[in-house]
């Protein structure tokens, strides 16, 4: 398929990496369009396990292209960071990563706005955001005024640039944080991003323009989505999501490429569920049968090694999110963490003040009520990471995954039995 996009459905950390590194060896080009290093995309091979928060989960195979799109809000630190990072362990990163300079530019004073302002989120509950300073830095893009693009780096108004912002800035966080707050000096500053810029020049691109280029020619090229769906601005558990659109619809304004070139959306769904901060969860399960789940899937943050919260199957949810990201297909994964319950639960419907409803709530309100009604299913108990094709995995278990497929009204296309790339059943 020519133009793919793969998406979490879910509130991220689905292992979209591993799809992503699995199915590069059939693309041309690989593209981050949206997030930042709040995203933390694991991939394992040979023994060997990387963590990734910018660069696209394709660098690996050395003959496809990787491009960060415009989309992505870039810590330049930790850009060069994880380029030093992969090089050091032997991956060619020079020649195979093109990078946006329409991307918009995060500096210190968005980290220190995400520490201080996640403490008082208005909904009552903190967001928990990754405290990268991914919001703020999106708040400013949108704002326009206080924002910085890669490309500003290298024009002569850059140093204007930043004396205009952090006066700005240095009031605000005086009356923010009070005492706490060090002003910053833009000299500093300058000094600081401008060496960064010229570390990062031979990748700097206008990769709008690539990418317009590579569509026409019918290049194959894989969308590598961030985060999940429910951590959509605009259609996730909104204001507990994250600052882009990290669902399906997210792909044309974050890569500038027009949604019609989407040949097929690949949806990933772990066989249960996750979430990590604050907003609502149904299917959560606060207890023993959470907790095995978390140790069973080593679930704990990529990027901020905090646990995560877990629960059953959504199958609510997932329909949704399949539906608002155009998925065509399902990658179910970890589907071996499940492996030693007697029997597993999907939510198939809530209850809402009374009323049964399989549609996802819009308010968060509404879905804070939401009771999961559950459908019971037979568990199997036998380990199933050795598994490679659909035969060698016990009938409760195809059961379960052919009742997800029903549920969410989309075939499921692939198993994920272990965090390996051969640890991976193709279904049909
Ligand atoms: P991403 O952000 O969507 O790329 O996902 P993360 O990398 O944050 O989290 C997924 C985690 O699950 C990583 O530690 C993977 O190595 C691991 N993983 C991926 N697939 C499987 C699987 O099928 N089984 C198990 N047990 N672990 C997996
Ligand atoms: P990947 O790509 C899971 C969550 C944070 C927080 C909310 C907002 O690895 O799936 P932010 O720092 O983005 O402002 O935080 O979104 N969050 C993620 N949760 N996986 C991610 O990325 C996430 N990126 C952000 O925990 O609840
Ligand atoms: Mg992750």
């Not at 590069?24 to 997030?35: A, H, K, L, N, P």
């Amino acid at each position: 398929m020519p133009a793919t996009c793969v998406v979490g459905l879910q509130w991220g950390d689905e292992a979209k990496g591993k799809i992503v590194d699995l199915l590069t060896e059939q693309f041309d080009i690989v593209v981050r369009y949206q997030g930042g290093a709040n995203a933390g995309h694991t991939v394992v091979f040979g023994g060997e396990k990387f963590k990734l928060s910018l660069i696209p989960s394709g660098i690996f195979r050395p003959d496809v292209q990787c491009v960060i799109a415009g989309g992505v809000v870039i810590n330049p630190a930790t850009l060069i960071a994880e380029i030093d990072h992969l090089t050091g362990r032997g991956i060619r990163v020079e020649r195979n990563l093109m990078i946006s300079d329409r991307a918009h530019v995060i500096f210190p004073w968005h980290v220190e706005e995400d520490r201080l302002l996640d403490r008082q989120c208005s909904a009552g509950e903190n967001i928990g955001t990754t405290m990268r300073g991914i919001g703020p830095c999106y708040r400013d893009k949108v704002g326009r005024s206080l924002a910085v693009r890669l490309g500003d780096l290298y024009r002569d108004r850059f140093r204007e640039q930043i004396e205009q912002i952090l006066d700005a800035k240095n009031q605000l966080f005086a009356a923010l944080a009070g005492s706490e707050w060090t002003k910053l000096d833009a000299g500093a500053v300058y000094d600081e991003y401008r060496s960064y810029a010229e570390r990062l020049r031979p990748h700097v691109a206008d990769t709008t323009a690539y990418l317009l280029s590579a569509v026409e020619a019918d290049d194959r090229i894989l969308f590598e989505g961030a985060q999940g769906a429910l951590l959509d601005i605009d259609h996730g558990t909104f204001p507990f999501v994250t600052s882009s659109n990290s669902s399906g619809v997210g792909v044309s304004p974050g890569a500038g490429v027009p949604a019609r070139y989407l040949t097929k959306v690949l949806g990933i769904v772990k066989a249960y569920c996750t979430r990590v901060g604050g907003g609502p969860f149904p299917t959560e399960q606060d207890n023993e049968i959470g907790q095995l789940i978390r140790d069973r899937g080593n679930e704990y943050g990529t990027v901020t090694r905090r646990p995560r919260r877990c629960g059953w199957f959504d199958a609510v949810a997932a329909r949704y999110t399949a539906r608002l990201s155009g998925a065509d297909s399902l990658a179910v994964m970890l589907l071996d963490v499940l492996s030693t319950f007697p029997e597993l639960k999907i939510c198939t419907a809530y209850e809402i003040d009374g009323r049964r409803t399989t549609d996802f709530p819009s308010h968060v309100d509404d879905l804070r009520r939401a009771v999961p009604l559950y459908e019971t299913m037979p568990g199997w108990q036998a380990e199933i990471t050795g598994a490679r094709s659909p035969g060698e995995l016990p009938q409760a278990a195809r059961e379960y995954l052919a009742r997800i497929a029903q549920l969410v009204g989309r075939p499921v296309e692939l198993v994920s039995v272990g965090p390996d790339r051969q640890q991976t059943i193709r279904m049909a």
